[in-house]
């Protein structure tokens, strides 16, 4: 028995987000880290935190 139609277009759009995760995907070894990098361990690249914060919650982490 062949699926409707309607789940042919949900299996493509599947198949297309699985892909495009699995292009798009980054190794552990090519993310930087940034403890390493010298910029601590909070990493606030959409700039939400004040610099303060990242010192702060940075300070609190080296604690452990």
């Known amino acids: 028995m062949t699926p409707p ?3 042919h277009g ?3 759009a599947s ?3 699985a892909g495009v995760s699995l292009v798009s995907a980054q190794r552990p070894q090519d993310v930087i880290n940034p ?3 010298g910029l601590g361990w909070v990493s606030d690249q959409a700039g939400v935190l004040s610099p ?3 010192a702060r919650l ?4 080296d604690q452990f």
Do not use: V
């Open 52 to 54: 303060n914060d990242e």
């Open 5 to 7: 139609r309607s789940h």
């Open 10 to 12: 949900f299996l493509l």
């Open 15 to 17: 198949l297309l987000i």
């Open 58 to 61: 940075n300070a609190l982490i």
């Open 35 to 37: 403890q390493q990098a």
